[in-house]
């Protein structure tokens, strides 16, 4: 069947459609990773986003249930160039295909990635729409994708109810905002026992649960629509509890002690951005995935300095809380896709926990 991708800028690509043939509007991003598509498709922090794989062929290893990270796939929609029909791997339990039908989410393959990529390079992220309708009238369509708005995410994506990975080392607990699997099983191997607790539960609350550190997730959408979360991160920052926070965790961190955040052109969604530790002139590769940055200029110094910085744009990626055990980082520490440098933060963060009992 025909599918069609149509950007809020007029463009309009031409396809065949995979998955559930539902119409779907959503913000476009284009992610670089050459493998970890199952990860990338179950990562939360998609959710009120379509992805477009750069990498040309997509599927060939099948899909592996165990290397999901959340119970399911949030991607709204999925564009590839190529699905693999053949996929091979003695793993593999299902296909793209056969898996993005189950979960209802439409896609389209067949069309030039590279183009469209190009594309959201040059004129920022924008929405789109997938269509399996030949007869669509963008003088309807793009006016509703130029006004549509991702809104709020984190309620849809964060568990419903607390849950404990017994361990014999710190306690932590572990503010779900969407979290990738592998933050939780990357602190629970290193022997710690987190307590993972659903995004609106309070400061009072979980600082009532007496944990030796909290460690806030990644999470999808824009940071300043999480209001009510930003104040319960800021009364976290009050105590003296360790803090250790990734990607929209950090974001939120920064939010609540007074700087500003803003969207980026395009992101950064791959598994290769170089990100420099200022202190140590080291840089590690690391897995993205956000669209939105905190401003270091909005940043007070008698509050938090930069720790780390994006070697290919200069923007930050990490920061560091003064007098206080709390650093944050905008980068993915637990991979899950992409390398594995950064996972030593894990450790630092235990460490500051006062290290394994
Ligand atoms: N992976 C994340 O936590 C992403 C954070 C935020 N939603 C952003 O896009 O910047």
Redesign the pocket.
């Known amino acids: 069947m025909k599918a069609f991708l149509i950007l809020e800028d007029g463009h309009v690509f031409s396809g065949t459609s995979i998955g559930s043939a539902r119409e779907v509007i959503s913000e476009i991003v284009f992610n670089t990773s050459m493998t970890g598509y199952l990860e990338v498709m179950t990562?939360p922090?998609?959710a009120g986003?379509a992805v477009c794989m750069t990498y040309p062929l997509i599927g060939n290893y099948g899909i592996c249930y165990e290397d999901q990270e959340s119970n399911r796939p949030w991607i709204d929609g999925y564009i590839v160039r190529e699905l693999s029909r053949i996929p091979s791997n003695f793993r593999s339990v299902d296909t793209i295909q056969h898996f993005l039908e189950k979960h209802d989410i439409p896609g389209i393959c067949g069309i030039d990635t590279r183009a469209l990529t190009k594309i959201l390079r040059e004129k920022g992220t924008m929405n789109g729409m997938i269509t399996v309708n030949e007869n669509f009238d963008l003088d309807d369509i793009i006016p509703r994708l130029q006004k549509y708005r991702t809104g709020k995410?984190v309620e849809k994506v964060t568990c419903r109810e607390k849950k404990v990975l017994p361990g014999k080392g710190p306690k932590v607990a572990l503010m779900d905002?969407?979290a990738?699997r592998n933050i939780a099983r990357s602190l629970n191997e290193r022997g710690c026992q987190v307590t993972i607790y659903p995004a609106l539960t309070t400061a009072e609350e979980i600082l009532a649960d007496q944990p030796d550190g909290i460690m806030l997730?990644?999470?999808?959408?824009?940071?300043k629509e999480c209001t009510s979360i930003i104040q319960e991160v800021k009364k976290l920052y009050d105590s003296q509890v360790p803090i250790f926070a990734?990607?929209?965790?950090?974001?939120l961190m920064a939010l609540a002690t007074g700087a500003d955040?803003h969207?980026?052109k395009y992101?950064h969604r791959g598994g290769n951005h170089p990100v420099k530790d200022l202190k140590t002139g080291r840089v590690y590769i690391s897995s993205?995935?956000?669209?939105?940055?905190v401003d270091t200029e909005t940043l007070d110094e008698r509050v938090a300095r930069p720790a780390f910085v994006n070697v290919n744009d200069q923007t930050n990626e990490g920061l560091e809380y003064i007098g206080k055990n709390i650093f944050t980082v905008?980068f993915?520490p637990e991979a899950c896709p992409g390398p594995q440098d950064s996972s030593y933060l894990f450790e630092r963060f235990i460490e500051m926990m006062g290290g394994t009992k």
């Open positions: 990562d922090s998609y986003q995410v905002f969407g990738k997730s990644n999470g999808p959408g824009d940071p990734i990607c929209l965790g950090h974001q955040t969207k980026m992101g993205q995935n956000h669209g939105y940055v905008q993915h």
